[in-house]
C-alpha cells in the first residue's frame, strides 16, 4: 500500500523528509487558486519527490448540494480541473454539512437526490479521468451516511466506476463500527482509506495505537485493497515529530 499525509504546501517539506509518497491537500482551498499557482505548487511536491494524489473536503464550507443541481455539477467540474492541473487521480467527498439531510427532510427523498448528484458527479470525473471516493462520517459531522455500511449502499445505487467506497477508521473507531463490516465489501468496491489513531483525540497514530492498527490492516488485506492509505489527523505538537513516528507505525500497512 502506499501512505501520505493530508496536508496543504506549507507541510510538504515535512511529509517529504519522513519519507511518505504522496499528499492529499484541501481541495476547498486549491480551487481557489490560479492555475500558474496550482502549477506551482505541483513543481514543489516533484521537487521534493512528492506526488499530489488526490484531494479532501470536495465541497466547502457554504456549499448545499440541494439547492441547484447545475450549480453542484459547475462546482465539480472545477474541482476536476484542478485535480488535472496537479496530477490528482482521486477526490473525497465527505463534505459533511454540504450532503446533510435537512431538519425535517425526508430521508427517502434525499438519498435519491443525493445518489443522482453523485451518480453524475462521477460522469464528470470519470470524463477528467479521475475517480471519486464517499467517505461516511461519524454523526457528529453529519445526518447522512455514517457507516461504511451506509456509503457501499450509496456507492452500489450509484453504480458508476469511477465512484467508490472510502473507510476513514477514525469515524469508524467513533462509530464502533466491527471489522465484520468489511466482510460485505465485494473485490475492488474500497477505492481510498484514511487514518488516525483510535481515540477521541484523533491525533496521528504512536506505538500504543499499533495492535489496533495491525488489526485495520489485516481487514484491509483480507479485501483485497492495496491502494493508499492517508494520514488525517489534528496535530498537537511538532508536526515533523509526529509524521516520524507515524511513518514508522503505518510501515504495517506495507507488511513491513
Known sequence: MKTGVCCNENGFEAVAKCGYEYVEPVMALMREKS????????????????????????????????????AVYDYAEKNFETANILGASYCVIGSGAARRIPDGGDKKEYTDKFTKLLKNIGKLAEKHGLFVALEPLQPAETNFINTLTDGMDICRAVNEKSVGCLVDFYHFFKNKEELSEFDRLMPGELYHVHLARPDDDRGAPTAADLPTIEKWAAALKKTGYDGRVSLECTWKGDFYAELKTAFDIMKVFKGE
Open 35 to 70: 492555475a500558474d499557482e496550482l502549477k506551482e505548487i505541483r513543481k514543489k511536491a516533484e521537487a521534493l519527490g512528492l506526488t499530489i494524489d488526490g484531494f479532501n473536503c470536495f465541497f466547502g464550507g457554504g456549499v448545499s448540494l440541494y439547492g441547484g443541481e447545475q
